[in-house]
């Protein structure tokens, strides 16, 4: 059964890099692509982007100029870093499987049970 | 990027009721549309994927439909586990975009 566990600070500096990562247990990391998602306290989900072991990316533009998803498949996870965080990048942060069918059929399953992060000084 | 815009939010129902969420795309995502369910303090969990394809271990009182714009997931007898919030996701483009949620309480 494929599980998702995620790790890193809960607490991070304005303007410093938020970094994260996501082990995945039960598969190999080589089977799916990867993804991050984040949702502010109280708020909605916002998808940040996702990663396949042959090296695709995929970024939010929201994002983008501040995002990287790096895979390490001998460790069988994958990690997140956001740089020059503000108190708008607190938020719990989730990993998540993408299941995909065709290239634009897929969907996130399962979930990490997520981690909060705070931005603040 | 596709908005995903899902009403009624938030939504008041009765253990028994029959419940629909619906959720509109502003453009055409084929049926490249997921739901998943919330509970507070829990990470999403995958309840409706393409539409209308219920994932497994998923009660069969849930349901999903729509193609196109228009979705809607349907419970049809609520039961006290549903009371929860309710996204909509689509896959059609990235950035892949969420429904803004639907916060389903007990009346």
């Known amino acids: 059964q494929l599980q998702l566990q995620e790790s890193g600070p809960g607490l991070v500096k304005p303007s410093q890099t938020l970094s994260l990562t996501c082990a995945v247990s039960?598969?190999?990391?080589?089977?799916?692509?990867w993804t991050w998602i984040r949702q502010p306290p109280g708020k909605g989900l916002e998808w940040i982007g996702y990663?396949?072991?042959?090296?695709?990316?995929s970024y939010n533009p929201s994002l983008q100029s501040r995002v990287t998803i790096s895979i390490d498949m001998s460790r069988n996870q994958f990690s997140l870093k956001l740089a020059s965080v503000t108190a708008a990048d607190t938020a719990v942060y989730y990993c998540?499987?993408?299941?995909?069918?065709?290239?634009?059929?897929?969907?996130?399953?399962?979930w990490g049970q997520g981690t909060l992060v705070s931005v603040s000084s | 990027d596709i908005q995903m815009t899902q009403s009624p939010s938030p939504l008041s129902a009765s253990v028994g009721d029959r419940v629909t969420i619906t959720c509109r795309a502003s453009q055409n995502i084929n049926n490249y549309l997921n739901w998943y369910q919330q509970k507070p303090g829990k990470a999403p969990k995958l309840l409706v994927y393409a539409a209308s394809n219920l994932q497994s271990g998923v009660p069969s009182r849930f349901s999903g439909s729509g193609s196109g714009t228009d979705f809607t997931l349907t419970i049809s007898s609520l039961q006290h586990e549903d009371f929860a919030s309710y996204y909509c996701q689509q896959s059609y483009y990235t950035p892949y975009t969420f429904g803004q949620g639907t916060k389903l309480d007990l009346k």
């Open positions: 990663i396949h072991y042959s090296g695709t990316t």
């Open positions: 998540a499987a993408i299941i995909r069918r065709v290239a634009a059929l897929n969907w996130f399953d399962p």
């Open positions: 039960g598969d190999s990391i080589n089977n799916y692509y």
